[in-house]
């Protein structure tokens, strides 16, 4: 399957001079990842941790005081190489929602609130499927039936629609026009269980009926394990792993990953939950050599000085960790709680 | 066996709308429960937005009247109004810790400040030494020390430090029952099973019982004694934790346990949304009955609706 969007070492800092004290804060620190065609990318970090910074940079929203200080982010759609850390703002502007879309995280602020569904449907999507008036109304109805929402919805109000309803909307609004290519950022965190498992379902029943690649953001790792096809973890600006899911979760390869994997409670199993100590770094000065080193149990000599490469250690599985071999799955993790069922 | 607390057939009804088009939404209706003096329990209480466990927080706290109802603090009937000192002396007893902790504590505000606050007013300390070694108390029992805390304002503290903060301004004045709203829905995965675990600890080591409301089963399951799962303020299914989560019997306890993503199932895209019960659960609060709790063999309540169609 060929690449949709290729990431080479991308650097993206935010930059500030204030009264003449200069301040970089690495939020984006040699990030170099593919994504696949008609593949989901799940994106996992917690909070600070640069990924809203990344898919800032993918979705081509690059604003002062955020500037790319190295490397490129290309988009393959059909025969045209986009770079958008380069491109005219006509460029940006001619792939923006028809071939690269948004699906953002508060639907109550991203809907107008004095603006009928139907007119922001307007607003957004009009002029890039080039429809006006009655073909244009059947169009957005025929979406909207895809995503379970009946006709009513267009003469309604943000404020009238629950939030299952308005995440539909939202992201009814970022796939009217078929993007080969979706960024999802937490789409789901502010529902709650019953409804999150129907959107995310029909995120993925329209991601699988188009045919685009989706990078699927999100803190939630029992999202990722049932959304993405492969995950990235980012811990302090840098990718530090990278495996299809089920490896992932089953054989950790970063310490970071594997306490990640390991505190996820679960239903039917009561094992003691280990909870990682210390604070992720401040990323205006982020502590040398591996950044997780001062949290993580594994650190030895080299790891304070110097910052492992992202690398491939299994096919398909690559981590940055010196000591990667010797990472084991915790207890609490599946792996373990599986080992210890075929044991009893 | 004495309570400790007691909820008693309490509901709760907000008017909505304008003059003209008012109408009366039930946050909460004929909620019973109690929590014993003796075995200090964690209770978790389930349920989706809009489900009024946030309205019955607000009512154990004083912070809302119930409509009708009552809910005792120790024999004691849990009033906003009242005289001062007995106001006083219930929250010494019963704390908070809110959802959000950067919403909680004031960003102007050093966070020491709060918690020296709390010691004066429900310790009555009266010097600085006195103070201090109650809020270094405090955060010890929290995992942190009063040196890592004093002189920080909020936003130089992790959000899961920011948590466990909040936690131990809420132990300063030794209470016995901690309501806890959400308290780990917004702190980052990594630092989630600390405050979790925590929680735990409180009840084993201090003896606190806490009130544990959230959406995600998987943590109730984790740390929880009992469980009481609401729809649209009506108690569906209240009893023992895992015998509960284990084998749900209400439908709205089985939609809630079908919905849950479960980790041990990576890779395999189970997604299907369980729609045969949430269809199931609609027509429950189409009916007109509101059905009556009955106690079943295990200990647990669940409850049930007359035959025949809606």
Redesign the interface.
């Known amino acids: 399957m060929a690449d949709i969007l290729t990431v080479d070492r991308l650097k993206a800092y935010y930059l500030m001079n204030y009264y003449g004290i200069r301040r970089e804060v690495r939020a984006v620190d040699d990030i170099t990842m593919t994504v696949k065609q008609n593949e989901v990318y799940g994106i996992?970090g917690?909070?600070s941790s640069g990924k809203t910074s990344f898919i800032k940079v993918l979705a081509a929203a690059i604003r002062p005081p955020m500037r790319i200080v190295a490397g490129s982010v290309i988009f393959h759609f059909g025969d045209r190489n986009v770079d958008v850390t380069s491109a005219s703002p006509e460029e940006i502007e001619s792939i923006r929602w028809k071939h690269l879309s948004y699906i953002m995280q508060g639907s109550m602020s991203v809907l107008n609130p004095v603006r009928r569904i139907e007119n922001i449907f307007e607003d957004f999507a009009a002029r890039p499927l080039g429809l006006s008036g009655r073909a244009f109304k059947d169009r957005v109805i025929t979406h909207l039936a895809k995503l379970k929402l009946g006709p009513e919805v267009l003469r309604a109000y943000a404020h009238e629609l629950s939030?299952g309803m308005r995440q539909r909307v939202t992201i009814g609004l970022a796939t009217i026009c078929n993007p080969e290519f979706i960024i999802a950022d937490e789409p789901t965190t502010a529902?709650?269980?019953?409804?999150?498992?129907?959107v995310?379902?029909l995120i993925?029943d329209l991601q699988k009926e188009m045919g685009s690649s989706v990078v699927f953001v999100t803190?939630?790792?029992?999202?990722h394990?049932?959304?993405a096809d492969r995950v990235g973890i980012i811990y302090a600006g840098r990718l530090i792993e990278e495996a299809?899911?089920?490896?992932?979760?089953?054989a950790p390869k970063h310490p970071?990953t594997a306490?990640?994997?390991a505190?996820?409670?679960?239903?039917?199993?009561?094992t003691?939950?280990?909870?990682?100590?210390g604070?992720?770094p401040n990323l205006a000065a982020p502590p040398p050599g591996c950044r997780f080193h001062p949290r993580c149990p594994l650190a030895i000599d080299i790891c304070k000085k110097e910052v492992p490469p992202l690398e491939e250690v299994v096919p398909g599985h690559r981590s940055a960790c010196w000591r990667w071999r010797d990472v084991e799955p915790l207890a609490g993790s599946?792996a373990v709680?599986r080992v210890a069922e075929s044991v009893a | 066996m004495t309570a400790l607390l007691e909820v008693d057939h309490v509901s709760k009804q907000f008017g909505v709308g304008g003059l003209l088009s008012r109408r009366r939404v039930d946050a909460v209706s004929d909620v019973s429960f109690a929590i014993t003096a003796e075995v200090p329990d964690i209770f978790t209480i389930i349920g989706e937005s809009g489900s009024g466990k946030t309205t019955l927080a607000r009512m154990i706290l004083g912070l809302e009247k119930p409509s009708s109802g009552e809910i005792r603090y120790a024999g004691k009937v849990v009033s906003g109004t009242g005289s001062r000192a007995e106001r006083l002396e219930f929250m010494a007893a019963v704390q908070p810790v809110f959802q959000n902790p950067f919403e909680a504590f004031n960003p102007l505000k050093r966070v020491d400040r709060y918690l020296a606050s709390t010691a004066r007013r429900f310790l009555g300390t009266a010097d600085d030494a006195a103070t201090d070694k109650a809020m270094d108390e405090a955060l010890q029992k929290v995992g942190l020390s009063l040196a890592e805390v004093r002189g920080r304002y909020p936003h130089e503290l992790s959000g899961g430090q920011l948590q466990r903060a909040a936690i131990a301004r809420a132990l300063i004045c030794k209470p016995s029952l901690l309501i806890t709203d959400e308290p780990v829905s917004m702190v980052d995965a990594s630092l989630r099973m600390s405050i979790v675990n925590l929680l735990k600890s409180l009840r084993d080591e201090l003896g606190v019982s806490v009130i544990y409301i959230t959406h995600d089963l998987a943590t109730a399951y984790y740390i929880a004694d009992r469980i009481l799962i609401m729809q649209q303020g009506c108690a569906v299914e209240i009893g023992p934790a895992r015998v509960i989560l284990d084998a749900p019997k209400h439908p709205y306890a089985r939609l809630l346990k079908a919905s849950v993503l479960s980790a041990a199932d990576a890779g395999q895209g189970k997604l299907m949304p369980a729609t045969e019960l949430m269809r199931e659960c609609e027509e429950l609060l189409k009916r007109d009955d509101a059905g009556r709790l009955v106690t079943q063999e295990d200990g647990r309540q669940v409850r049930e609706y007359s035959a025949g169609s809606p």
């Open positions: 996992a917690e909070s939030g529902l709650d269980v019953v409804v999150q498992k129907d995310l379902s993925r803190h939630d790792m029992s999202v394990a049932n959304m299809p899911t089920r490896q992932l979760f089953v970071y306490h990640l994997v505190s996820l409670p679960r239903i039917g199993d009561t003691q939950r280990p909870a990682l100590e604070r992720p599946i709680a």
